[in-house]
């Protein structure tokens, strides 16, 4: 029997953090509540959450950088839940690394939703479900590992990626050499619970640029069609 996931969330207000953990809890999660950073990177080095909620309005602390801070030591689920709505906030969110972003007030079913889809994406549910199609995808020297969800580069070094940038990778080397549309980029990573936002694939496409390109202000392996989308240039290669 599969543990249960460990969820982590991190909230100044206690009776925030208490609801969301016992309606995590009453569905089958396991929930730590923190209640600023230090605790949080207290709680990851000796028990590490499988995804993590963060608030972004914490006295005295910039939750932004909290969310680097997880991006560059764990490779866990992210999920910014916050009273800040404006775009731009959205947009450093997602650039910072979060797998979504929720806005506050929040419907608890949903949230809920929202974090299944996003540890589904990380931690599929049975081994058929992520060998039903070829493990390994090569393009341009690149080796992206869909089994095991890992990205090589040509000299074989592993490039964390993100969970919504796995997926988006992963859509693109499934469909070399074919435009493909913000919509149908969006459901590849977020899947029917994701709400519309706009920027969300520019923002994530920019970001695997720079992972993967020699020069992402000229990117000759995920190239733009203007009014179109995105398109991965290189064939890809299974096996």
Not at 46 to 73: H, K, T, Y
Request: hydrophobic residues 40%; glycine residues 10%; negative net charge.
């Amino acid at each position: 029997m599969k543990p249960a996931p460990h969820i982590a969330v991190l909230d100044d207000e206690v009776d925030i953090t208490l609801l969301l953990a016992n309606y995590l809890q009453g569905h089958g999660f396991r929930v730590t509540q923190v209640h600023n950073g230090r605790s949080l990177m207290t709680l990851m080095d000796a028990d590490p959450a499988d995804l993590v909620l963060l608030d972004l309005g914490l006295p005295g602390e910039d939750g932004f950088s909290i969310a680097r801070r997880i991006r560059e030591n764990w490779r866990c689920g992210l999920v910014i839940v916050t009273g800040r709505g404006d775009a731009v906030d959205k947009v450093v969110g997602l650039e910072v690394g979060a797998d979504d972003y929720v806005t506050k007030p929040f419907d608890l079913r949903e949230l809920v939703a929202r974090v299944k889809a996003v540890l589904r994406r990380l931690m599929p549910e049975t081994p058929a479900a992520a060998t039903a199609s070829p493990d390994k995808l090569h393009f341009a020297g690149w080796q992206l590992d869909t089994a095991a969800r890992n990205l090589r580069n040509p000299q074989g070094g592993e490039v964390p990626l993100t969970g919504g940038e796995f997926d988006l990778l992963q859509a693109f080397a499934r469909h070399p050499g074919r435009v493909l549309s913000r919509d149908f980029l969006l459901e590849q990573t977020r899947g029917r619970e994701a709400a519309p936002f706009d920027r969300t694939i520019d923002v994530q496409v920019g970001r695997l640029r720079k992972k993967i390109e020699a020069d992402a202000d000229d990117p000759q392996l995920i190239k733009s069609v203007r009014g179109a989308g995105y398109i991965l240039v290189p064939p890809v290669s299974h096996g």
